[in-house]
């Protein structure tokens, strides 16, 4: 073998062994003036970690270790100390004492004085806990005693943070925990319009994808039966027709088709309960006009199927009474859809106008 290959060999196995005993036994970071210099060392470098260092312990929960290591940079380094410092150890101190309404107050003034502070983000973290805590069902305290629900508190805070903050990842993290908050309630009237805010401000990319899907689902999970307004139903069919032009694969899986024969089944039934109602009122000509409907704008509907057994019923043109039979629950008319569908609960009251013939 070559002796020189050999010499290359060697030198190239010492420098790789003297650089990485060199990295792991210090971290190094170009100075301002071009020089590599221990992070250690570096007084910049050292305040800047020990700033990281507290962040991540605000984002991660760690109340007393922040506050530990909050005092420990205010006395390494004073030039942090100051109005600045103090506003938010007065809030941190209401957040160590679970005083959260205190501490929210606290943390907007901070945030109102100090919008570009280096503790902002760690104000708006701990806002975003207490938030999320109430939006659990952590209650609040009112005259030291009483504890009320504090949901609505949480989607304020939520809400907030997402105005301070734009299109920042935390704005992002606040709405989309609020959407999901109100779904888990039912809300979903509220949790489709916080779709819509997380739509606009990132109208594209997986956001943008997810929040197309969840305003359609949305939408349609506040449709709470035929004995109510329906009017919601078609915007929800445009938004899954929509999802199934813009991303066809995953619309397939998540059955899009499906959905948007669903959709067509329930308004189908809605306008065949009100030719019902008519139909029960003995006025024939409304009744067969809602019936027509049915079939022209449906066809192959259970809704139409329904419609023309009725109006194959007819004898000289007119419509037979009708048997005053009550057999019908809400998923009549909607096949076997609405048990495997995603969650919709349908809350059936009976009502006397025409729009809510099905109630009779």
Same mark, same amino acid.
């Given at each position: 073998?070559?002796? =020189? ?6 030198? $190239? ?45 605000i984002v991660a929960g760690q109340t007393d270790e922040a506050r530990k290591s909050l005092e420990g940079l205010q006395k390494e380094f004073p030039e942090l100390a100051g109005p600045e410092m103090?506003?938010? #150890?007065?809030?941190?101190? &209401? ?18 004085? /100090? ?7 760690? %104000? ?7 938030? @999320? %805590? /109430?939006?659990?069902? +952590? ?33 992002? $993290? ?17 949790? /489709? +319009? ?16 997810? %929040? ?6 949305? #939408? ?12 919601? #139903? ?5 938004? /899954? ?18 959905? &948007?024969k669903l959709v067509d089944e329930q308004v189908a039934y809605k306008q065949f309960l009100i030719g019902r109602y008519y139909d029960r009122t003995d006025d024939d000509a409304a009744a067969e ?14 809704? !139409?199927?329904? !419609?023309?057994? $009725? ?6 043109? &007119? ?6 039979? *009550? =057999? $019908?629950?809400?998923?009549?008319? @909607?096949?076997?859809? *609405? ?22």
């Amino acid at each position: 073998m070559n002796p =020189n290959r050999n010499h290359r060999v060697l030198f $190239r196995l010492v420098w790789i062994g003297l650089v990485c005993g060199w990295a792991s036994a210090a971290s190094w970071r170009l100075s301002d003036s071009g020089q590599w210099t221990d992070v250690a060392q570096d007084p910049k470098s050292k305040k800047m970690l020990a700033i990281s260092a507290f962040k991540d312990q605000i984002v991660a929960g760690q109340t007393d270790e922040a506050r530990k290591s909050l005092e420990g940079l205010q006395k390494e380094f004073p030039e942090l100390a100051g109005p600045e410092m103090t506003a938010f #150890l007065a809030a941190e101190e &209401q957040y160590a004492k679970r005083d959260w309404v205190k501490a929210v107050r606290q943390y907007d003034e901070f945030l109102d004085k /100090y919008p570009t502070s280096w503790l902002s983000e760690s %104000a708006l973290e701990r806002e975003y806990s207490v938030a @999320v %805590a /109430y939006l659990n069902g +952590e209650k609040r305290k009112v005259l030291l005693i009483l504890r009320l629900s504090a949901v609505e508190d949480g989607a304020k805070v939520m809400a907030k943070i997402a105005d301070r903050t734009g299109d920042a990842p935390i704005a992002k $993290r606040s709405l989309i925990t609020l959407a999901r908050s109100y779904e888990k309630q039912k809300m979903y009237m509220e949790a /489709y +319009e916080t779709w819509v805010d997380v739509s606009s401000r990132w109208p594209s990319g997986e956001t943008g994808q997810q %929040a197309l899907l969840e305003m359609g689902q949305d #939408l349609h999970s506040s449709y709470k039966g035929p004995a109510y307004d329906h009017k919601g #139903l078609a915007s929800a069919k445009s938004y /899954y027709a929509n999802y199934a032009l813009r991303y066809p694969d995953d619309a397939k899986a998540r059955d899009m088709d499906g959905k &948007q024969k669903l959709v067509d089944e329930q308004v189908a039934y809605k306008q065949f309960l009100i030719g019902r109602y008519y139909d029960r009122t003995d006025d024939d000509a409304a009744a067969e006009t809602y019936y027509n409907q049915v079939l022209e704008t449906w066809p192959g509907s259970n809704g !139409a199927q329904r !419609a023309q057994a $009725r109006l194959d019923e007819r004898v000289n043109g &007119q419509l037979p009474p009708e048997p005053r039979k *009550l =057999n $019908r629950k809400v998923v009549d008319g @909607v096949g076997s859809f *609405l048990d495997h569908w995603f969650g919709v609960t349908w809350i059936f009251k009976p009502k006397t106008t025409p729009e809510s013939a099905g109630a009779k």
